[in-house]
């Protein structure tokens, strides 16, 4: 048997080709090897602001279309809708009259968390990494997929899992191991940030070749080449920085950059080969066609039996507390 | 329709006579003018030990005991086990997004207890007066039984309340009124504290007649009054203080005080006058006598019937928070 995989987004809106390379196309990658149990998670996303709720459904299904339309099979994944598990609040609660309060505060992540959103410390918040032990250790997961900025987050989780271990005498959970991505952060449009929505510098999985084409026309590439026969640069050109994510003949890419850099090729012709590149690729999302009906179905599912694991392993957790 | 009470306690041990005149006597007679339940707090007992769990289940079935052999029925009281209603888990994560650490922290009830617990300042603790929000508001509770010292714990509950109801520009739950007790606290056997079952002074529901004279034998008089002939002293004399609270005929006792100052009253004659009032209370609680099987079914009656009415409120709240 191999290891669960446990995974999620924050419904807060569509997906974009910085999700897709730098998380969707390694879950597409372990989809086939793993059982995977991908969370929608709709209570996480209210922790900084509760009010934030009012969205929640509209990105849920616009999660649930971006997961299907890449790819990510529901046959091979368990797609769960956080708030529909209530085994889920239950062990959070459980699992917090182990944890300090300087024990939460001291982790670098929650520090880190803290002064980006620069909101007061909320509860909620501070209550939010031992929710997420719990999202891990109710479906038996084992592996988590993080960028290297998360892994204080799952240190805190194995050590929570230690502590109840230690507690009642117990090896019921596994241990959580992070799955690093080998891929780079995609940059925005500007070039300046990592692509994201709130930045407004992002391409969605589900832009229309019109649009795309627009987007890849405003992408930042080196101010100084005004003519095609100026010498070009290729650190910071934003049109490179993705021809090396999507290009896939590494060879003719360098004979591109050599050619850029002494002079002679245009921004146009680059920003072209770009656009058939990736035209292509957002087209293959578009032909996995799902009625909103369909896709509630599928997260339906997925819940249920998500519920079905986490209530038994919440009746073994239940009868280790309470004996 | 009359306001629903909600109140209860955490399962520690066996009630004693203080538990009986500073909140089972109110409950006796609330019980026959308003809906009620009364919880029985499992799940707020570990959150200052989680290791406590072992002895819940044993003190739970205490508890239940306890309530039905003083004449608690289950036709007007619904018996909750908290830990077995998951929507009040439910209901805490979210109010949790509304609080802010700042705000729990400056609670003067909170502040106090965690100074008289003298335990690192767990997550658990510090949710622990979100989840009493929940568990009042989820059952529709208006008026909630609480010595003064709880007070300010009701208010933040109120204040939770109001911040839910600014939020999501709605009124759907109701203010929670203290209900304060006007029975003075009994003392211990000692003289010097409060009656309390860790500090071995307690007279409990359900001692029998030899135990309970043995205890009225060892309690505290006063220590100058070493013949019957000399004047007694009445304050902080335990027996006086007992028969302040249980002897119904006012009069006689205000003459016996009187001669007991002046002389010439013995301890012993008041000590088996106190036994002679407090046997038949005891006995009358032995005479409803429920097997362990019956307790659990009752229990399990009252918890099925929260579970209809929080689940029933947990869908509006559901509704509210997602629309």
């Known amino acids: 048997m191999t290891s669960i995989v446990v995974t999620g987004d924050r419904p807060t809106g569509q997906l974009h080709l910085g999700h897709y390379v730098g998380s969707l196309t390694q879950r597409l990658a372990l989809q ?54 209530p085994a889920l ?20 992540t929650i520090k880190s968390e803290h002064k980006l959103y620069n909101h007061d410390l ?8 031992i929710s997420q032990t719990s999202d891990i250790v109710l479906f038996n997961g084992e592996i988590v997929p ?8 799952l240190e805190f989780s194995n050590d929570v899992i230690e502590k109840f271990h230690h507690s009642f005498n117990t090896h019921m ?10 891929t780079p952060r995609l940059c925005g449009l500007d070039g300046k940030n990592k692509m994201s929505k709130s930045l407004n510098n992002a391409i969605f999985l589900s832009d229309s070749s019109e649009s795309l084409k627009k987007k890849i026309k405003s992408m930042y590439t080196d101010r100084n080449h005004l003519c095609i026969n100026d010498p070009g640069q ?12 999507f290009m ?48 509630m179905e599928i997260l339906y599912c997925g819940t249920q039996h998500a519920n079905h694991v986490a209530e038994n392993n919440m009746e073994k957790i239940r009868d280790i507390i309470f004996q």
Chains 1, 2 share one sequence.
Request: glycine share 4%.
């Open 32 to 85: 086939n090897q793993h059982e995977m149990f991908i969370l929608i998670a709709d209570t996480q996303v209210l922790n900084n602001d509760i009010t934030k709720s009012k969205e929640v459904k509209k990105h849920t299904l616009s999660l649930m279309r971006d997961y299907l339309s890449i790819g990510l099979k529901p046959e091979n994944i368990h797609f769960v809708l956080q708030s529909r598990v």
């Open 89 to 108: 609040f239950e062990l959070t609660q459980y699992l917090s009259n182990l944890v300090s309060l300087s024990f939460v505060t001291r982790n670098p």
């Open 122 to 129: 909320n509860m909620g918040f501070l209550n939010y990494p």
């Open 146 to 153: 993080v960028g290297a900025d998360q892994v204080p987050i």
């Open 173 to 182: 959970f596994k241990k959580i191991q992070p799955l690093l991505s080998d």
């Open 234 to 245: 290729v650190e910071g050109n934003v049109v490179f920085s993705f021809l090396d994510v």
């Open 248 to 295: 896939e003949d590494k060879l003719y890419l360098n004979e591109l950059k050599e050619h850029y850099q002494r002079g002679g090729l245009g921004d146009s012709f680059l920003k072209n080969l770009l656009f058939d590149i990736l035209n292509p690729l957002l087209l293959s999302f578009k032909e996995n066609d799902f009625s909103d009906k369909e896709l």
